[in-house]
């Protein structure tokens, strides 16, 4: 029966530098007829010769050409153990036949699979094979030329070994082991280019994946240029892409898809793309200049490394490490707005109406965590009368977005109240970011406000109004009239209404008592000092009592912002009119200065009025809500 397919087995080829500078001018061209064993190569018969001839390469690096259709004994096969000492300068395999290499069989110039014929580097019987290619000339020296022609490279290895400085063109296919390990017979060879998806003189411009799903290795001679032509998908784990010191170009793909630990390359990438749930570690610094993409089940592995993705988009759905020392290098960019989202602006307006400042970062490589959203620090000065500075978080605005966003409002303060930017009157507002794991990444920005300086003296006016009723002084006692019937009974006397000076007085009287008393005093001393306290007591309470009432006319009318630490005669009049409520303001302290107590009474005044409450704009700053309605209470009726 017929047999289509030829299996070559086991192909092994000792071959030196001697054997690629052969010309292939004195080839003789080796046909197979299979009139032999129909399977091995060594045997002569096989290939038209007599049982004492030779097999191609024996002797010489033949052209061998395998494309009988009369077999009759089937597959063409070699043995593993076979030695070919001067492989094949060409080898084209016709007409729907296999070749087999288990062994390794080496071409100086082309290998080329036509038609429907399959080229495989391994068996299950004869193991792995490997295909040297030598060819110093420009060109492709593996052509699988048409589409239904197949190249399998099991767990087989190709290496472009030829010397030389032309430009080699590498199939676009699928590889185990691929290496670009040019040999050269000077000290200072230069470096040869291997074109990947580039056309050859009778084809089209590949545009093709090539896969390397073993090992990529490219040697220090070597340089790989993809140029934008074809995506390169290694597949194989822990080092799939062995460069010792090579160099690769590529404005396309390079995608690292194992599912188990694998180590990148150290280079330049445009396009870099990491797959499958499993970490890819960097090996040394590395660069990539357009996109930066890592799965949702990925890790990717900075280590003590810099990764350089300056202009590129870096899209994280997963996880990224650094170690002490790794750092991505991205540029981030800042903005300085009074909206969330907003566009930057220069000037805040008037800074009385106490406006939000808001703080955007943008920086992909930020998001470390695709699974939560992350904090960045920045720092926001405000330069006024005073100077303040404040440290606001920039929290992410989702799980992976890589945008950071934080705000803070004004306070109009003499002192540094935490948590808002503090100013006194007009002024500039700046911010300053750098990156946490990028020290050399910074942002700024600046903007102009305006606002209102309390200034020096009395700020509020003062309305004439009818003066406060004086103490009432002690009503006499009237005596009762007698001759009249009924007799007119006495009318007791009415006490003086107490006075500070009365209290005073008092005061002063039992300090005397006390400095008389005996180291043991009587019962009834003590109790004596007791009562006196006691009434010195309820004069302070009838004082509080008869003060002037909540919503007196006090003729002010406050016309400026008043903010802690702030000392002003606005304060003056601020903390008489509040003293005017005892559950407002106790202290009743009346000093000029606004502080800690006077900010206190000015939040439970806001409290009490629904003007402002904790956590709200304005909240312990006597503002415009505020100023109406302390002029409504304590303005001129």
Not at 33 to 43: E, I, K, Q, R, V
Not at 336 to 363: K, R, Y
Request: aromatic letters at 6%.
């Amino acid at each position: 029966m017929l047999r289509k397919h030829l299996v070559i087995v086991g192909l092994f080829l000792a071959v030196g530098v001697l054997f690629f500078n052969v010309s292939s001018a004195n080839a003789i061209i080796r046909s197979w007829n299979g009139a032999g064993d129909g399977m091995t190569w060594t045997d002569p018969l096989n290939w038209g010769g007599v049982s004492n001839a030779n097999y191609p390469g024996e002797l010489a690096p033949d052209d061998a050409v395998i494309a009988s259709s009369t077999s009759a004994l089937g597959p063409l096969g070699v043995n593993a153990t076979s030695t070919i000492p001067f492989g094949v300068n060409t080898l084209q395999i016709k007409n729907g036949w296999t070749l087999y290499i288990g062994g390794t069989l080496g071409a100086s110039s082309t290998v080329s699979v036509l038609g429907t014929s399959t080229l495989k580097l391994a068996t299950s019987t004869y193991g792995s094979g490997t295909l040297n290619l030598g060819q110093t000339d420009p060109g492709a020296p593996l052509s699988i030329a048409t589409a239904n022609a197949t190249f399998t490279a099991a767990t087989g290895t190709v290496a472009y070994i030829g010397g030389g400085t032309a430009s080699i063109i590498v199939a676009t296919t699928t590889f185990y082991n691929l290496s670009l390990t040019p040999t050269s017979t000077t000290a200072t060879a230069a470096i040869r280019t291997y074109i990947f998806g580039s056309p050859t003189a009778a084809q089209v411009r590949q545009v093709a994946t090539t896969t390397v799903s073993n090992v990529f290795t490219v040697s220090s001679g070597a340089k790989a240029d993809f140029n934008g032509l074809t995506d390169l998908l290694l597949s194989g784990s822990g080092t799939a892409f062995s460069k010792a010191n090579g160099d690769f170009i590529q404005s396309s793909k390079i995608v690292y898809s194992s599912a188990s630990a694998t180590n990148i390359a150290t280079g330049t990438y445009a396009n870099l793309e990491l797959t499958g749930a499993a970490t890819k570690t960097l090996l040394g610094n590395t660069t990539a200049t357009s996109t930066v993409t890592i799965p949702a089940s990925g890790t990717l592995a900075i280590s003590t490394y810099t990764f350089t993705a300056t202009g590129a988009t870096w899209t994280n759905s997963g996880t990224v490490t650094e170690n002490t020392g790794g750092k991505i290098t991205l540029a981030a960019a800042g903005v300085l707005s009074n909206s969330a989202g907003g566009s930057a602006v220069t000037a805040f307006g008037n800074a009385d109406t106490l406006p939000v400042i808001h703080i955007q970062i943008t920086d992909t490589s930020l998001n470390l965590l695709a699974a939560s959203a992350e904090t960045q620090t920045a720092t926001v000065t405000g330069t006024s009368g005073i100077t303040d500075s404040e440290t606001v978080t920039l929290t992410e605005t989702g799980i992976a977005t890589g945008i950071f966003r934080g705000s803070l409002s004004f306070q109009l303060s003499g002192t540094d109240v935490s948590g808002a930017v503090d100013f006194q009157g007009g002024g500039t507002l700046s911010y300053a970011y750098t990156d946490s794991q990028d020290s050399s990444d910074t942002q700024s920005g600046s903007a102009s406000f305006t606002g209102t300086a309390p200034g020096s003296g009395s700020g509020s006016v003062i309305v004439s109004v009818t003066p406060t009723t004086p103490a009432t002084p002690a009503v006499p006692a009237t005596p009762a009239v007698s001759g009249e019937s009924p007799a007119t009974p006495a009318t007791p006397a009415t006490p003086a209404a107490p006075s500070l000076e009365s209290v005073q007085t008092k005061i002063a009287s039992v300090i005397a008592k006390m400095a008389t008393l005996s180291a043991s005093p009587s019962a009834s001393e003590l109790t004596d000092v007791q009562a006196q306290i006691a009434a010195i007591l309820a004069d302070i309470q009838a004082i509080q009592t008869t003060a002037a009432p909540q919503g007196a006319a006090l003729g002010y009318n406050f016309v400026r912002p008043l903010a802690l630490g702030i000392r002003h005669g606005d304060v003056t009049n601020l903390q008489k009119a509040l003293k005017t409520d005892s559950s407002i303001y106790p202290e009743g302290k009346v000093t000029g200065y606004f502080g800690p107590a006077t900010l206190s009474a000015v939040k439970k005044f806001q409290e009490k009025y629904g003007i402002a409450s904790k956590g709200q704009s304005g909240y312990g700053v006597v503002g415009p809500k505020t100023r109406t309605k302390l002029n409504e209470l304590y303005g001129a009726k």
